[in-house]
Structure formats: C-alpha cells, structure tokens
Nanobody, 125 residues
Framework: QVQLVESGGGSVQAGGSLRLNCAASGDTFIMGWFRQAPGKEREGVAAMVTALGLAVYADSVKGRFTMSRDSSENTLYLQMNSLKPEDTAMYYC?????????????????????WGQGTQVTVSS
C-alpha cells in the first residue's frame, strides 16, 4: 500500500499562493489532489498518470493551479495561485498503483485507494 504524507497548507488572503506537497512511498500509477469543504462532497482538483507527468484539472482551478511531480523525490506538488475563498477546504493527496488513463479526467475519488491525512487550506476575503 502506498503511504502518502501531505504538507504545505495554511491560511492566505484571496489572491495569494500556496504550494502543497505530498511525499509518497512506493510506486504509483495515478496520483491526484482532491479537496473537501465542510458539508460538501470530496471533489477532484487535479490528477496525472505519474509515468507521463501530464496533469488534468477541474474547471474550477484550471489556469490557477499547477500539479507537478518530482520523480527523484517521489513527491507530488500542487502550486495554487490566485486563490479564492471558495478554494477553502481540506486538501488530500491520493494515489493508486493501478488505474486507467481514460478515467483520469473524471477525477473520481473511487479510482484511488491510498489517501494522505489531509492539509487545510483557508483563503480569506
């Protein structure tokens, strides 16, 4: 089972930036970032097939968030710019050693079987 540890959350004002980190142990086929605000369902933010390194994004974050991976460190990143109050949520890193590249764009949490503990992001107006 892949182990994931997130870091990098915090509180910023609207328009600010944060970078989330996710250190992974073990091989992965797909990795993703998800978020969950209080009272809402978990939603996909971005995902990639780790061997390809090309990310897909939710429409709500496209152009503002950038997902990347350092294969030498086995670490996933989420650079978040132009943050908005509606970006406030607990952010989770997720992974699976198996998966489907054709399903990647669905950003479906059920495609992932390893989850980090989460890191809080709070954006104030």
């Amino acid at each position: 089972q892949v182990q994931l540890v997130e870091s990098g959350g915090g509180s910023v004002q609207a328009g600010g930036s944060l970078r989330l980190n996710c250190a992974a142990s073990g091989d992965t086929f797909i990795m993703g970032w998800f978020r969950q605000a209080p009272g809402k369902e978990r939603e996909g933010v971005a995902a990639m097939v780790t061997a390809l390194g090309l990310a897909v994004y939710a429409d709500s974050v496209k152009g503002r968030f950038t997902m990347s991976r350092d294969s030498s460190e086995n670490t996933l990143y989420l650079q978040m710019n132009s943050l908005k109050p509606e970006d406030t949520a607990m952010y989770y890193c997720a992974a699976n050693r198996r998966g489907s590249s054709t399903r990647l764009r669905r950003l479906d949490p059920s495609d992932y079987n390893a989850w980090g503990q989460g890191t809080q992001v709070t954006v104030s107006s």
